[in-house]
């Protein structure tokens, strides 16, 4: 009978391949071609609509000092996002989870893999925000609000670059030749083509799209590394099995033991001892045998429950979201320097939000569940390339295969959405493996997750 068994986690070597930095080093190329597109496109001449010289949308002034320029959106949106990552990169990373004896040079590691993975995340939410919003402004070619002040339209000549339909019955019930029908943009008269072309820009907001891209992707990160969620209760596999999300989780089995994980269940196992003190002091009769007999379990178990979780400091929440409130005044300043109208504003914020959620979750473990950390690096097998039948670009090819060298038996034991995740195959003959290697814990972010430990100190 053949038997299902756990594959041995796969070990890491002491120093990363080649193969898997170039990859890296790929992704960093990718995104500054990206990004120089972008730019680029910046200087294309947008689609420019009609619009009516009537539309008093249209006719603001133009600013010509603007409260966040592009230089400081820079500043913003970029450079204080890089400074503030490789603080808490270098200073707060790995914690206090790292066990005694833990080299430096692992600790140091790990703390250029948080920098590199913050700044990739960082690079990613900004320059796919940048590329969105650069071609949807040509797209689109919407007027500014301050169009008709940039346009300095020939209005003696007005009826010649109307487009659109005209309203003869209109004209003879006011007599006038011009009553707002649409024009084209080639009534305006001003030099600077620059200028003008910009005019037509209007929609999505660049500047609020920048900024939420990288301002909430920081305030995201900030969020992951100091543990500033909201208060919950995690799964009970995760909470008996709490050492996961520890900095270095083989050497602190290694040096304590697999059995002296923190476990939400022997704490409540020690609540239980003293249930007479879990007892509420609401109850009319605290003493009452029979009383204590009915609410004493319920209480113990709700004082279990509640004494796993707390809500943060206030002070790091408003640490957390102070780059939220900078990315909403710096998109609000569009408003009222007439550059945008609402719509585009909150597009724009809506872009460059989502790009953040997800850059920050492409490179980094969810924050209720990950426990400040990013995802480790690809595997050598996986640098470029996973194809199908894979689901995590983390694991080596030779876990998949079979020892005789026949093909992949794809009857397989499921311990979630795919047949990788368990990490299971079928085989006629069982690999020994010790058990304390390998822990089973659950995503709170998912229905099941299988995570490997090996037990090598120089893992990132």
């Known amino acids: 009978m053949p038997d299902f068994d756990m594959l041995p986690p796969r070990t890491r070597p002491k120093k990363m391949s080649v193969l898997v930095i170039l990859s890296y080093a790929f992704d960093w190329l990718i995104m500054v071609v990206v990004g120089l597109i972008g730019y680029f496109l910046g200087n294309v001449t947008p689609n420019k609509r009609p619009f009516s010289l009537l539309d008093a949308n249209i006719a603001f002034p133009v600013t010509e000092h603007e409260t966040v320029t592009s230089a400081l959106l820079l500043t913003f949106n970029a450079g204080v996002p890089i400074v503030v990552i490789l603080v808490v990169a270098l200073v707060f990373v790995p914690g206090r989870t790292v066990p005694e004896g833990t080299p430096s040079a692992l600790v140091w590691r790990r703390k250029l893999w948080e920098l590199h993975m913050g700044w990739l995340g960082l690079a990613l939410s900004l320059v796919s925000a940048w590329i969105i919003t650069q071609g949807m402004k040509n797209l689109f070619g919407k007027p ?245 039948g894979s689901w995590s670009y983390a694991s080596d090819k030779r876990h998949w295969l079979r020892s005789d060298g026949g093909e992949e038996v794809p009857r397989a034991r499921m311990m979630g959405h795919d047949i990788e995740l368990g990490g299971l195959r079928e085989r006629g003959v069982s690999q020994g493996i010790n058990t304390g290697d390998v822990h089973v814990h659950h995503d709170r972010d998912e229905s099941s997750r299988t995570a490997f430990e090996p037990q090598n100190p120089e893992r990132i």
């Open 144 to 388: 500014r609000p301050d169009l008709l002040s940039r346009c300095m339209p020939d209005v003696a000549h007005v009826m010649d670059h109307i487009v659109g339909f005209v309203s003869p019955i209109l004209a003879n019930d006011t007599g006038a030749r011009y009553n707002g029908e649409l024009v084209s943009a080639s009534i305006c008269t001003n030099p600077d083509k620059s200028f003008l072309d910009d005019g037509f820009r209007s929609y999505p907001s660049g500047h609020s799209s920048s900024a939420a891209a990288g301002l909430i992707y920081l305030s995201l990160f900030l969020a992951s590394k100091f543990a500033i969620t909201f208060p919950f209760v995690p799964q009970e596999t995760l909470a008996s099995n709490s050492i996961a999300v520890t900095a270095f989780p083989s050497r602190l089995n290694r040096h304590t033991g697999a059995s002296s994980s923190l476990s939400a269940n022997t704490a409540y196992d020690g609540m239980r001892s003293h249930s007479i003190a879990a007892v509420d002091d609401d109850a009319s009769s605290p003493l009452d045998p029979a009383l204590m007999k009915q609410v004493g379990p319920h209480n113990t178990a709700v004082a279990a429950v509640r004494r796993q979780a707390a809500a943060p400091p206030v002070y790091l929440l408003l640490l957390a979201v102070l780059p939220f409130f900078l990315a909403v005044f710096i998109a609000s300043s569009r408003w009222f320097d007439f550059r945008h109208h609402g719509f585009d504003i909150l597009f724009g914020f809506l872009i460059g939000t989502i790009n953040a959620f997800f850059a920050f979750r492409y490179y980094h473990m969810p924050i209720r569940a990950g426990g400040g950390w990013a995802w480790g690096p690809r595997s050598r097998d996986k640098a470029f390339w996973a194809g199908l």
